[in-house]
């Protein structure tokens, strides 16, 4: 059985992300979308709501999972039993940046892991989560780079989205 891990931080999920998911799909038997929390790290979105907008935006897919870990991305995969990680390339800054990961992590998991990498579809390649992150922030019509999860929950809460970018937690569980 061929499982792969998409492992990031989905804060939140955007386009991008999906059209990776929705490429990468036929070619695995299991996708397990993962998202790393690191306890140090500070997020617009807290963990159950980027697992929610992800599960709400993946749940036509039967072969695909929404999970979280800690800590390192190669232990989470030998757990899960995947032999494939996979990333998604923007442009050549991504691809620097993910080359060293891939070659540290093969060597890590004594080559039992490969990075597997899709290009971003055109039109695609220009949106990520820490821009969107930015026009949520400004007010900005941030509609058009996240799929309908996110939309429909920021809309109803930009409240509770506005305090948490000025440090006052007040989410709803
Ligand atoms: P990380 O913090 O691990 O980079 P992200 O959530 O930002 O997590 O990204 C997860 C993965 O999705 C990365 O491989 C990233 O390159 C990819 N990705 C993000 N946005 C896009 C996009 N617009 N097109 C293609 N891949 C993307």
Redo the contacts with the bound molecule.
């Keep these: 059985m061929k499982i792969a891990v998409f492992?990031?931080?989905?804060?939140p999920i955007?386009l991008?992300?999906l059209?990776?998911i929705e490429r990468a799909v036929p070619l695995f038997d299991k996708l397990i979308i993962a998202i790393?929390q690191n306890s140090q790290k500070k997020y617009m979105f807290p963990l159950e709501k980027r697992m929610e907008f992800i599960q709400k935006s993946v749940a036509h897919f039967p072969n695909v999972e929404v999970d979280y870990f800690e800590g390192l991305t190669i232990d989470y995969c030998i757990k899960k039993e995947a032999q494939f990680i996979l990333?998604?390339?923007?442009n050549p800054a991504?691809f620097e940046f993910?080359k060293a990961i891939a070659h540290t992590n093969r060597t890590l998991a004594r080559r039992k892991l490969e990075t597997v990498f899709l290009l971003?579809s055109s039109g695609?390649?220009f949106?990520?989560?820490s821009i969107v992150r930015e026009i949520i922030s400004n007010k900005g019509e941030y509609q058009l780079f996240v799929p309908d999860a996110v939309r429909v929950w920021v809309m109803g809460n930009e409240q509770c989205v506005m305090c948490n970018i000025n440090n006052h937690i007040l989410w709803k569980t």
């Design positions: 492992p990031g931080s989905f804060d955007t991008g992300h059209d990776i790393g990333r998604g390339l923007r991504d993910e971003t695609k390649s949106i990520s989560s």
